[in-house]
């Protein structure tokens, strides 16, 4: 027996023991689904350009907790009655039948290209599915935020590093390059920096109901001049549109607005004290370099243009279904091959999971914004977390902290899931009740009992 094949029956053990121990888990216990995603994105921020972890061919330790998601998630589907679960379930489902497609026409060493996808409808079918408490869904909140400062600090440390000239810039040198076109103050990727802008969005509703740490309510005057040296143009968009959404329907943002702007830019003076001209003059070159390059813009509308016309699906199951998985990305683009995504979410969906999987991706996100609900922070902001996928995905792919939201916000609706507890829909009413005494357009925000643990 070769040494591969004792690693693959080892495997093949370990995961029979692996799987019902951690779908047990996560069936009683859904805020750990939630714990893995924040904790690797964290990881990946700190420790940039590290090796691949696996554990063996094709599996990476993140495999281990999301496809135990995508089976709980599965089954708790089949079973809801509720409709935007079943959309999350008939995302999978195609997630799904592409994943199986692939395997059987191209084979198991292409599988990695799915995991990017599994991930993300994986977090939305699970959370959509999953019963889980306000108080789990307020530690949700803190996390994020949390997650959102060890950035800052990642952040602060790579410009210093950078600017200083240490060796120890050399370490992501050359992927500030390849998310920055060469500019070295884009030292965290588009994904990364968009976790600043939901954070920013949290810390104005923290500060309007004056509740959460320190952190939690003055993070916007870090993670909004962090974004600017960052510069990634469609992370400054997102945020402008989420932040007009929030001046438009949050009266206490409106007649704070001004405060609120005074504070960043008091910030930013005394940053470009504190740091000294040198770094301003860095900054300064980099946005003007940054704000007329237009070569990623091109790059990406050829590669648009080539998926939409020559490697477009050709027959009808294809243009219904997807090409499966593992048919690759390689195209003639600039004078030399690239087998990269399209860098924009919608076509890659497309090109996978097919127009019933843009379909459903577009009706689970129209019957997100019908939830008429404040009952959680999360609640309180779902216009603004939508626009934010909706634009992100134009450029950017997905990501799994942007499925765990997606499902909380599809979540945020009565309890009717066959598996929810009598305790959980008893809770749902007692929201539903205390939600009927409050005032036309007063957001009720961590009401329970136990909620103001921030």
Sequence with gaps: MTDKNIIIILAGLVGFIWLPLI?????????????????????????????VL??????????????????????????SRSGISKIALSLAILLVYSIVRGVILIGTDQIGESREDLYFFASILFFATSSISRIDKDRLVGYICNLGAVLILVAIFRWGATISGLAIASLWAETASQIGGGTPLRVLNASQALILAIVSILSIKFRSINRGSWWHRNAIYFTVPALLILQHRTIWIITIIALTILVLQDRQFRRKFYSYTLGIVTVIGIGVIIIGAKFVGIIKSSLEASSQSEDTLLWRLQGWQYFLSEGA?????????????????ERYQFGSFVDFPPHNFYIQEYLRIGLLGIIFLFLLYFYVLKIHSDRTIWGSIKNEMVAIQLIMFITYSSSPILGIILGLLAQDEPIENKFASEDDRMTSKSYSRILNFQSAGSPVLFTSDNSNTQ
């Excluded at 714990?35 to 964290?42: D, K, N, R, Y």
């Excluded at 554990?55 to 708790?76: C, S």
Aim: a positive charge; hydrophobic letters at 50%; aromatic letters at 16%.
């Design 23 to 51: 779908c047990s888990i996560l069936w009683k216990r859904p805020i750990v689904g939630a714990v893995v995603p924040f904790l690797f994105t964290g990881l990946e921020a700190i420790f940039i350009n590290l090796p």
């Design 54 to 79: 696996r554990l063996v061919t094709n599996i990476y330790p993140q495999d281990l907790i999301f496809v135990p998601m995508l089976i709980v998630g599965l089954i708790k589907g089949f079973y």
């Design 313 to 329: 699906p050709k027959s009808m199951h294809d243009i219904l279904f997807g090409l499966p998985y593992g048919t690759g990305w």
